[in-house]
């Protein structure tokens, strides 16, 4: 259990606000059998207003775009509850997970007109919710010779504003393969980026692909390797509100090899594992600790 407080005041309007909340955190362990566990974790956080979206001064941003603070927003709270089994098969490990967000009163973005012009402002809007549902197996094909892995994420969120209700669900995840024979290891990899919603604007970072052929030898590893040998890396965004509706893309032919050589140098005594749970988000199972 823990508490936060959160203070601001403007001096040229006098106007701010104080807040105390709490932040209570939550996590259980339950293992059924060696080869399965089951983890649950809450946890809560809080997010202050910043000076640019309190800051009553107007600033122009082009032609007729405007940005006004709103200095009666209120500090916001995020609730996140998530479920993870992890599971170890023969030649086969994973994780399978649902994970619940919600922010009630979260600050987004409110665009309205105001004579001829379009203003940017900000609320502690209707709410933000989410759920999200992810398969992360890997796979061993060929015992020490082929390896798949790869994360499957579904994700379905509801964002509502003053005048405004608006619905997002994809799919997205990644997927790897490596074979390894020989000091040789040849690895690809996709990545297809998840897309969020949050106000009146839908995300996503980059769709990216790579493919590699690295060997060792000794302390030394050699590589070779190529960015997007396949698609077009992507990242952009999508506004969705109704005064001013626009996508953008980052979208590139960067197909750009590349030579990598590294050595690893070691002295003094090394450490001696040890394996812990420790009191850490839903993403962490255990850290490893050593003594000299």
């Given at each position: 259990?823990?508490?936060?407080?959160?203070s601001?005041?403007f001096?040229?309007?006098?106007?701010?606000?104080?807040?105390?909340?709490?932040?209570p955190?939550?996590t259980?362990?339950?293992?059924?059998?060696?080869?399965?566990?089951?983890r649950?974790?809450?946890?809560?956080?809080?997010?202050?207003?910043?000076?640019?979206?309190?800051?009553?001064?107007?600033?122009?941003?082009?032609g007729?775009?405007?940005r006004?603070?709103?200095?009666?927003l209120?500090?916001?709270?995020?609730y996140?509850?998530?479920?993870?089994?992890?599971?170890?098969?023969p030649?086969?490990?994973?994780?399978?997970?649902?994970?619940a967000f919600?922010?009630?009163d979260?600050?987004?973005?409110?665009l309205?007109?105001?004579?001829d012009?379009?203003?940017?402002?900000?609320?502690n809007?209707?709410g933000?919710?989410?759920?999200?549902l992810?398969?992360?197996?890997?796979v061993?094909i060929?015992?020490?010779?082929?390896?798949?892995?790869?994360?499957?994420?579904?994700?379905?969120?509801?964002?509502?504003g003053?005048?405004y209700k608006?619905?997002?669900?994809?799919?997205?995840?990644?997927?790897?393969?490596?074979l390894?024979?020989?000091?040789?290891t040849?690895t690809g990899?996709?990545r297809?980026?998840?897309?969020?919603?949050?106000?009146?604007?839908i995300s996503?970072?980059?769709n990216?692909?790579?493919?590699?052929?690295?060997?060792?030898?000794?302390?030394?590893?050699?590589g070779?390797?190529?960015?997007m040998?396949?698609?077009?890396?992507?990242?952009?965004?999508?506004s969705l509100?109704q005064?001013?509706?626009?996508?953008?893309h980052m979208?590139?032919?960067?197909?750009?090899?590349y030579?990598?050589?590294?050595?690893n140098l070691?002295?003094?005594?090394?450490k001696?594992?040890a394996?812990?749970?420790?009191?850490?988000?839903?993403?962490v199972?255990?850290?490893?600790?050593?003594?000299?």
């Amino acid at each position: 259990m823990g508490a936060q407080y959160t203070s601001f005041n403007f001096r040229e309007s006098d106007q701010g606000n104080s807040s105390w909340n709490l932040r209570p955190q939550f996590t259980a362990t339950y293992r059924p059998a060696d080869h399965s566990q089951f983890r649950l974790n809450f946890t809560t956080w809080q997010s202050a207003p910043s000076l640019a979206e309190t800051n009553v001064a107007p600033q122009q941003i082009d032609g007729f775009q405007w940005r006004i603070g709103n200095p009666e927003l209120k500090t916001s709270s995020s609730y996140m509850l998530t479920l993870r089994y992890n599971f170890t098969l023969p030649r086969v490990n994973g994780t399978f997970g649902v994970r619940a967000f919600t922010s009630p009163d979260a600050i987004t973005p409110r665009l309205f007109w105001s004579e001829d012009r379009l203003v940017t402002t900000y609320e502690n809007s209707r709410g933000l919710d989410n759920i999200t549902l992810w398969l992360a197996p890997q796979v061993e094909i060929v015992p020490e010779w082929l390896m798949l892995s790869g994360t499957l994420q579904y994700r379905a969120e509801r964002m509502r504003g003053k005048d405004y209700k608006l619905y997002n669900h994809n799919w997205s995840g990644d997927v790897s393969v490596m074979l390894m024979h020989w000091g040789f290891t040849l690895t690809g990899m996709y990545r297809r980026a998840q897309q969020d919603l949050w106000g009146q604007t839908i995300s996503w970072g980059e769709n990216i692909s790579m493919i590699e052929l690295a060997y060792n030898w000794k302390n030394w590893e050699f590589g070779a390797g190529m960015l997007m040998p396949f698609g077009r890396y992507d990242q952009g965004s999508k506004s969705l509100n109704q005064y001013n509706t626009n996508e953008s893309h980052m979208r590139l032919d960067m197909r750009i090899p590349y030579i990598q050589i590294s050595y690893n140098l070691q002295w003094g005594r090394q450490k001696r594992g040890a394996h812990k749970l420790i009191n850490a988000d839903a993403n962490v199972d255990q850290s490893s600790a050593g003594s000299r």
